[in-house]
């Protein structure tokens, strides 16, 4: 079974400017997870889609969306980017999120902003 | 919200010795923990996980505990090898919101 995909792996945005990340779950998984790692804060939880519905939120500002697509294949977007918001973006997938169900990660969308 | 703390930050061993790794978290509704090793460029691999109405796990060189009462739960990496130097994350869920450790830096010397 393929894992988790991340697109891009790698991105280099400037500041003000806008970037979508997209994550394709392991066939079969309906929950999507997103997290922000970062060498300062760890790995934070931004929010969770299940059925094209987000169902978790963590604390992030709203510059920070995301949405799931009908075969389960999740984007995340965040505007006016800001020099912190360089981090290492990870998608995690699980067949429908609950509480006790293991996530699998993907590799990660690297994202630098000048 | 739940809240987790990871100690040691940082631990090195000698090839063979035994590692372990400690976390508590706050939130008592919390029902699952699973650990994450995540070696460099790559995103975090499950290697074991327990569920709140379990109290030990092994698995080959792995094993993790859980206190329940004292809301602590830790990883033990018995025989350690080179391979096993990466990053480690403990996590508690509650109804499918993950919070993590802030992780532990594993390495073991050959």
């Known amino acids: 079974k393929a894992g988790v995909t991340q697109t891009p792996r790698y991105l280099i945005k400037t500041r003000g400017q806008q970037v979508t990340l997209s994550c394709s779950p392991i066939?079969?998984?309906?929950?999507v997870s997103w997290y922000q790692q970062t060498p300062g804060q760890g790995l934070q939880f931004l929010f969770e889609?299940?059925?094209?519905?987000?169902?978790n939120k963590g604390n992030f500002p709203g510059r920070f969306s995301g949405r799931q697509f009908s075969n389960s294949r999740s984007e995340m977007n965040v505007s006016t980017l800001e020099l912190g918001d360089s981090a290492l973006y990870l998608c995690?997938?699980?067949?429908?999120?609950?509480?006790?169900?293991?996530?699998?990660f993907g590799p990660g969308t690297r994202l630098l902003v000048l | 919200g739940e809240n987790v703390e990871q100690h040691p930050s940082t631990l090195s061993v000698q090839e063979g010795d035994s590692a372990v790794i400690k976390c508590t978290y706050s939130?008592?509704?919390?029902?699952?923990f699973p650990w994450y090793k995540q070696e460099l460029g790559k995103g975090p691999q499950l290697i074991i996980d327990i569920r709140s109405n379990v109290g030990e796990k092994k698995d080959q060189r792995i094993a993790v505990t859980l206190n329940k009462t004292a809301k602590h739960f830790s990883l033990h990496i018995t025989e350690t090898q080179p391979e096993d130097s990466a990053v480690y994350f403990c996590?508690?869920?509650?109804?499918?919101?993950?919070?993590f450790g802030a992780g532990t830096r594993l390495t073991v010397k050959p």
């Open positions: 889609y299940f059925s094209e519905t987000q169902r």
């Open positions: 939130d008592s509704a919390s029902n699952y």
């Open positions: 996590a508690a869920s509650i109804e499918g919101d993950m919070r």
């Open positions: 066939s079969g998984h309906r929950s």
């Open positions: 995690a997938s699980s067949m429908t999120g609950w509480a006790e169900e293991t996530q699998y």
